[in-house]
Nanobody, 119 residues
Framework: QVQLVESGGGLVQTGDSLRLSCAASGRAFASYTMGWFRQAPGKEREFVAH????????DYADSVKGRFTISRDNAKTTVYLDMNSLKPEDTGVYYC????????????WGQGTQVTVSS
């Protein structure tokens, strides 16, 4: 099992950049695919990005492709989300999640960190 704690959210303006961090506490961090999700008020939680255990494979939602970058540092047991060219529609609570690499179910979730992008 793993515990996840997000940080780095805040209030920014359109066009700004932010780095979100997700610190994992637990064993076998490299055995987990890590992902980022977000949820705007009144909307369903949506997929943002994920990265495989070794950090060699990534995937992004079309809405953030080309602007966001997911990465991980397995030595630090931390996953990052670098967000560039932020837009008001990026506003929401961002959650870090983990799943065993050979499964499709996201089992572990962080508490979330708020990102607000003003126009």
């Amino acid at each position: 099992q793993v515990q996840l704690v997000e940080s780095g959210g805040g209030l920014v303006q359109t066009g700004d950049s932010l780095r979100l961090s997700c610190a994992a506490s637990g064993r076998a961090f490299a055995s987990y695919t890590m992902g980022w999700f977000r949820q705007a008020p009144g909307k369903e939680r949506e997929f943002v990005a994920h990265i495989n255990g070794g950090g060699s494979t990534t995937d992004y939602a079309d809405s953030v492709k080309g602007r966001f970058t997911i990465s991980r540092d397995n030595a630090k047991t931390t996953v990052y989300l670098d967000m560039n060219s932020l837009k008001p529609e990026d506003t929401g609570v961002y959650y870090c999640a983990a799943r065993v690499i050979w499964t499709q179910t996201w089992v572990y979730w962080g508490q979330g960190t708020q990102v607000t992008v003003s126009s």
